[in-house]
């Protein structure tokens, strides 16, 4: 036939006379042409015994369905193609097998064409005689074999049985899905397989393989997991739905009581609404208190206003903060204090070994609180190197006192506000850390402690320094002012701790209203008896382990010390012995052994080799120990002199020294060179020497004011060409007429010199007196000269020379 042939309707009827049988009658599947038009459906195959409406673009197919309407048969070919069909479907996307169907009631809309579609019989392609639309193909007509053998009816069967408990489970299939079910019989299984396919939500490519599948049984065996499987599904989603609507209810129900509850609480005049529970929550609050009546006439004036703002109101919440707040803060609430003085003793003792000075300044300060039966007025600033105890001892006075305790650190604080609080204006203000503090202890007298004070910074927002002398300052705290409560505050009765490293970066104002406790750090015999009896039992109980398990002597902690940790604190000390313990651990871990004991012969086994190697302190002509502090505690500092040549006199210095240092290696220069004659050094040895003057670790900044002697004897025995007394230390500075000026923190440098077993040492005249009430633990088996002027220090360090002179001199 030719594409001019089909557009002929009675080209597609064929000779009726041939189709019917002696009896002139013609059954359904007779009267099916054996060629069809084909329309490609996207969604899912058609199969036969279904019926369902179909809707399809007239611009695309208006044509194959008029011809198909004008038919006698009015029959078309549905074949799954598995996209979204168009006019641009090539033959190569058919299936082969598909579903023949005829149409009734066809309605045109538009641009659209709609219709019912009653399934009759598969088809299968044999030949294409139109490759364009409208699609016309030469088809097979595919007959479902007869099969009653017992397996089929058994399926058959099963899927009746499948499809009625698929039923309840869905409310999509309806009461009159199970009466049409009835219909079907277990003898005639395949329009009963096709139905059961037809009515799952499986995908198209599966729906279209059963559609392909001519054996029963096999088809049987798909079209039964796609049951199986919806029926999965619709559990499923019927518990989904159950879970769902039980919390829904649960929900509403919870919300109506609650209406309900309302409803009767007004009725009996009980209820409440969250403007009044609030504030009635404020006043509770302030009847537990004794507010002053200043504050009071302001917290009576934000309740008045709460009672009047609509609740939604963004002042309302403003409102309601600030009440929170304002009712917060401990007014009149005071804890007794604790004012035994062994009470305070025992405390101190148990939390802390060494520091004796310390503790004994610390009882002496409760002891003046205690006779006065008031602990307030003095602001307590600890100063010392990093590890030395600052923030614990903060603590133990707390306890001591049975004081609530609050810490919080002013390192790196750049705004006042933190202090003392934003103006209310500011979208997210808040109190300053102090009410913040208050609020949290809920009493007006605890222990604040204000941690590294000295690393306090200044930015645009204002200066935290400056605003902490309202709050230091024993004559102001007491009206101590708040930004955002914009209330007086009584902070006299708090007591005050501060921490710091050093005094040179705490403003003067401020350093002013505080009373000074310096921690200069312990010597190895301390350390020990820190490590023993609170480090070392502190990180067993962290890992777990007993004091039976894992053993350490008094040896090993002193060999840890002097070859790991020299630092002036036990933070460093600490960290070793975690290490140590971790490290057992792993062994325990790892073998059946469960106990251990760490000696001085196999410490190396867990912290490698000593950093420190027991050096002896640098000898020679024109090299002196001097003795100098740091931040991070006392230590050694050894000065070079060498001659570099005799062609013209000049002097160099080197080590990244400080201006101040800088200066006094100038003034040692001058002086020795102005009084060669007294040190018995040659009066032309200056004049054409060029000497370098040299302080080693060159990578180390150093300045300071106590270096003076320790050049000039450096510059001395260069010039003599003698050495100075073997392990000595010194420190002092030097003026040009020779006077040995005192210096600072000689408790660190004597513990430095101690650390390194100088046991003779050079201090300045005016600095016996810290000297003297050094405890006796560090002063024992101490030589100490102590020098006025410089003739004093060259007696003690070339006490030979010195001896002769005075010989020749008489």
Not at 424 to 435: D, E, F, N, S
Not at 481 to 489: E, G, T
Not at 598 to 626: C, D, H, Q, W
Request: aromatic content about 8%.
């Amino acid at each position: 036939m030719t594409d001019q042939d089909s557009n002929n309707p009675e080209a597609l009827s064929g000779d009726e006379d041939s189709q019917k049988t002696s009896t002139g009658l013609v059954l359904p599947h007779q009267a099916l042409p054996d060629k069809l038009y084909l329309i490609p459906v996207s969604n899912r195959p058609f199969f036969p015994a279904q019926v369902q409406p179909l809707v399809f673009s007239s611009r695309e197919w208006g044509e194959t369905l008029q011809r198909v309407g004008q038919s006698p048969h009015k029959a078309v070919g549905l074949s799954f193609v598995g996209r979204m069909p168009g006019a641009d479907v090539a033959p190569e996307d058919f299936p082969k097998v598909g579903c023949v169907v005829k149409i009734h009631n066809i309605v045109s809309d538009n641009d659209q064409v709609q219709f019912i579609a009653l399934g009759m019989q598969r088809f299968k392609i044999s030949q294409w005689l139109r490759r364009r639309p409208p699609y016309l193909v030469q088809v097979e007509y595919i007959e479902s074999p007869e099969d009653n053998s017992d397996e089929v009816k058994a399926y058959a069967l099963a899927l009746i049985q499948a499809i009625k408990e698929l039923i309840p489970l869905n409310p999509l299939y309806s009461e009159e899905l199970k009466n049409y079910l009835n219909r079907f019989s277990p003898k005639d299984p395949s329009p009963l397989a096709d139905f059961a396919a037809a009515i799952t939500t499986a995908p198209g490519k599966e729906l279209q393989e059963v559609l392909e599948t001519i054996p029963i049984q096999r088809r049987m065996e798909k079209v039964l997991i796609l049951i199986r499987k919806e029926q999965e599904v619709a559990r499923l989603q019927s518990e989904i739905n159950a879970e769902v609507n039980r919390k829904i209810s649960t929900h509403q129900r919870e919300f109506f009581l609650k209406e309900q509850l309302k409803v009767i609480q007004k009725e009996l005049g009980i209820s409440k609404d969250d403007r009044t529970a609030e504030m009635e929550q404020f006043e509770q609050r302030l009847a537990k208190l004794s507010v002053p009546e200043s504050a009071k006439a302001k917290i009576d004036d934000e309740l008045k206003k709460l009672s009047i703002l609509e609740t939604g109101s963004p002042e309302y919440a403003i409102c309601r903060n600030y009440l929170d707040w304002a009712t917060s803060v401990p007014w009149g609430v005071f804890s007794k204090d604790n004012l035994d003085l062994n009470h305070a003793r025992g405390v101190l003792s148990a939390d802390h070994d060494g520091l004796d000075d310390v503790k004994d300044r610390i009882i002496e300060f409760l002891a003046v609180g205690a006779y006065r039966k008031e602990v307030s007025g003095t602001i307590l600033l600890l100063v010392g190197p990093p590890g030395v105890g600052k923030t614990s001892i903060g603590k133990s006075v707390a306890r001591a006192l049975d004081r609530k305790f609050y810490r919080f650190s002013l390192g790196g604080m750049r705004d006042e506000a933190e202090i003392k609080g934003h103006r209310r204006t500011y979208i997210g203000a808040l109190p300053g850390k102090l009410v913040q503090a208050l609020k949290e202890v809920t009493v007006s007298n605890p222990v604040i402690m204000l941690d590294e004070i000295d690393k306090i910074g200044t930015s645009f927002r204002g200066d935290p320094a400056s605003a902490l002398l309202e709050v230091l300052d024993p004559e102001q705290n007491a009206e101590f002012l708040d930004h955002y409560l914009d209330m007086r505050i009584d902070l006299s009765k708090v007591l005050f701790i501060c921490t710091a490293n050093q005094l040179d970066t705490i403003p003067g104002p401020l350093l002013d209203r505080m009373d000074v406790i310096r921690l200069s750090g312990y010597i190895t015999e301390e350390k020990v008896a820190i490590g023993k009896n609170h480090l070392w039992p502190k990180q067993l109980k962290r890992a777990g382990l007993k004091k039976s398990q894992l053993r350490i002597s008094d040896p090993t902690f002193r060999k840890i010390i002097d070859g790991y940790a020299r630092e002036a604190g036990v933070r460093h000390f600490e960290k070793l012995l975690q290490k140590i313990i971790r490290k057992v651990v792993v062994k325990f871990l790892e073998s059946d052994e469960n106990k251990q004991t760490v000696s001085a012969k196999n410490l190396e086994e867990f912290l490698g080799a000593p950093y420190f190697r027991e050096e002896k302190p640098m000898e020679g002509v024109g090299i002196v120990t001097g003795l100098a502090w740091t931040a991070m505690g006392g230590v050694t500092l050894p000065v070079e002199a060498c001659l570099i040549h005799q062609q013209k006199a000049g002097f160099k210095l080197t080590g990244k020294l400080g201006d101040v240092m800088k200066e006094s290696a100038e003034i040692s220069y001058s002086h020795t060179t102005s009084h060669a004659r007294k040190f018995g050094i040659q009066e032309d040895f200056f004049k054409n020497a060029f000497i370098h003057l040299h302080v080693p670790e060159g990578a180390t900044p150093k300045d300071g004011p106590s270096a003076g002697v320790t050049m000039t004897t450096a510059l001395i025995s260069l010039a003599r060409g003698i050495k100075p007394v073997k392990h000595l230390a010194m420190t002092g500075e030097l003026t040009l007429t020779g006077r040995v000026l005192p210096v600072g923190g000689i408790r660190e440098k004597v513990i430095a010199a101690r650390r390194q077993n100088i046991m003779e040492l050079i201090l300045p005249e005016d600095n016996r007196r810290d000297f003297d009430e050094l405890p006796d633990y560090i002063r024992e088996g101490m030589t100490v000269h102590f020098a006025r002027l410089y003739e004093d220090v060259y007696k003690a360090a070339f006490p030979v020379t010195a001896d002769k002179k005075a010989k020749r001199g008489k």
